[in-house]
């Protein structure tokens, strides 16, 4: 399966964040203020896409709920190139058939390592608790097919070093999971909860599309 929600499965598509440096009020909150909303998540909003990775991309359109609660409403998504530096037309889009909620869970400072060998980084994070009802996952494109491969049904499409395939595992039960966002200039972390070390991890590195 590809990476698509890091967000609510703990292993690539969560998101929420928490905002760099210290003292006074948090860039979230600044932005609020300006926008005139009064979520403290109001930085967040936008689109946001992470680097390429072999033919593909996430992107990651945050926006507030229209209930007035301050809670975001997040829609990942990704994106596969035919070329492997994600230049050329986009082949196939997956995405899910539920929107995720982020309920906002307070703020935190949380030494959060920003690449594999690198030291921790010292981050404010805006903490939230993503939610999504049932849901399942779903490629489009003018050259997907749906096919049958290993005794598993799968999206395929072609690429120019071959093909590359999802695969259709039905219906995902709902879920409620710990995550964060924090913001540093035009770069947006999103950070999960590791269940097993009891830390949070750093999930996708965007910038603002």
């Not at 975001?72 to 539920?98: N, Q, R």
């Not at 404010?124 to 049932?134: E, L």
Request: net charge negative; hydrophobic share 35%.
């Amino acid at each position: 399966m590809k990476k698509i929600l890091a967000v609510l499965v703990g292993s690539t598509a969560a998101l929420l964040t928490g905002c760099g440096g210290g003292g006074g009020g948090s860039s979230a909150q600044q932005l609020a203020g300006d926008s005139g909303s009064t979520s403290p998540l109001a930085a967040y909003l936008g689109t946001w896409q992470s680097a390429c990775d072999d033919h593909d991309r996430q992107v990651l359109v945050v926006a507030l709920k229209s209930d007035g609660s301050g809670s975001l409403e997040l829609t990942p998504t990704g994106e596969t190139y035919f070329k492997a530096d994600c230049t050329g037309p986009v082949v196939a889009t997956d995405g899910m058939s539920a929107k995720i909620t982020g309920k906002p869970d307070g703020t935190a400072d949380m030494p959060i390592k920003l690449a594999e060998n690198a030291a921790a980084t010292n981050l404010r994070v805006d903490k939230f608790t993503s939610s999504v009802p049932a849901y399942t996952f779903q490629r489009s494109g003018a050259t997907v097919q749906y096919v049958l491969r290993d005794g598993k049904q799968q999206w395929c499409v072609k690429v120019d070093n071959g093909e590359s395939c999802m695969w259709d595992e039905g219906m995902h039960a709902a879920l409620s999971v710990p995550g964060g966002l924090s913001l540093r200039g035009n770069d947006l972390y999103s950070v999960v909860l590791d269940p097993e070390k009891g830390v949070y991890v750093l999930d996708v590195h965007y910038v603002k599309k």
